[in-house]
């Protein structure tokens, strides 16, 4: 099975930079997603990785450590609009499968 | 707009009552998927269908009942529900069923 582990909530203040962990114990692997999810809508997808290593797209980068267990999402210069809820999620070796978990609300203030 | 539509967005019913939920994608996917979001818990996959065929059925209650008539269309129907289950159902597609996931806005289901 998996378990995902990231905070609850955070909270962070416009332009500043922001790390949201995410910690997985799994019996299988197949690589690990990023969602933003506004209160109301659909989660939309910000990164994947399967390698060990950072992974940037422009003011969000995602770092992977397979050994670890570990990655984290790293947003820099903060909007307000950044203000959602992050899901980590863990793809299984069936290739169906995504566990999420329950997500990280980030409030972003003036 | 994510190409991934879901009617309704709101639905209340009582526990007696049979309802279905409707998904529809326009991105050529050939992997469709039902997840349940309640509050406070993760994001919890339901079923898997690939090229129509339901892959992963993840110890989900008989009540809930899905279906795939072709590649671009997955229905969920309902029948018996319990207030537990009042939650939001977000359906999800993809092409092949390891690559990124685009869901759709969801329908807000209350059992009465």
């Known amino acids: 099975g998996q378990n995902i582990d990231q905070p609850t909530e955070m909270t962070a203040t416009e332009g500043a930079i922001v790390q949201i962990n995410c910690t997985y114990q799994t019996s299988g692997f197949n690589g690990l997603f990023w969602y933003q999810q506004h209160a109301g809508e659909a989660p939309t997808f910000l990164s994947y990785n399967v390698l060990d290593g950072l992974e940037e797209k422009g003011r969000f980068s995602s770092f992977l450590s397979r050994s670890k267990g570990y990655s984290y999402l790293l947003l820099k210069e903060l909007q307000m609009k950044d203000s959602a809820s992050y899901l980590c999620?863990?793809?299984?070796?069936?290739?169906?499968?995504?566990?999420f978990g329950k997500g990280t609300s980030l409030l972003v203030t003036p | 707009e994510t190409g991934v539509t879901q009617t309704p967005r709101h639905l209340v019913m009582g526990m007696t009552n049979k309802k279905s939920l409707k998904c529809e994608q326009h991105?050529?996917?050939?992997?469709m998927y039902w997840y349940k979001q309640s509050a406070k818990k993760p994001l919890e996959l339901m079923f898997v269908y690939s090229l129509e065929e339901r892959v992963e059925n993840n110890s989900v209650p008989s009540r809930f009942s899905p279906e795939c008539p072709n590649s671009s269309h997955l229905f969920l129907h309902l029948h018996t529900l319990q207030p537990e289950d009042s939650a939001l159902y977000l359906c999800?597609?993809?092409?092949?069923?390891?690559?990124?996931?685009?869901f759709g806005p969801g329908t807000r289901l209350t059992v009465l």
């Open positions: 991105l050529g996917h050939n992997a």
């Open positions: 999620a863990v793809g299984s070796n069936s290739g169906y499968a995504l566990n």
């Open positions: 999800a597609s993809s092409q092949y069923t390891s690559n990124e996931q685009f």
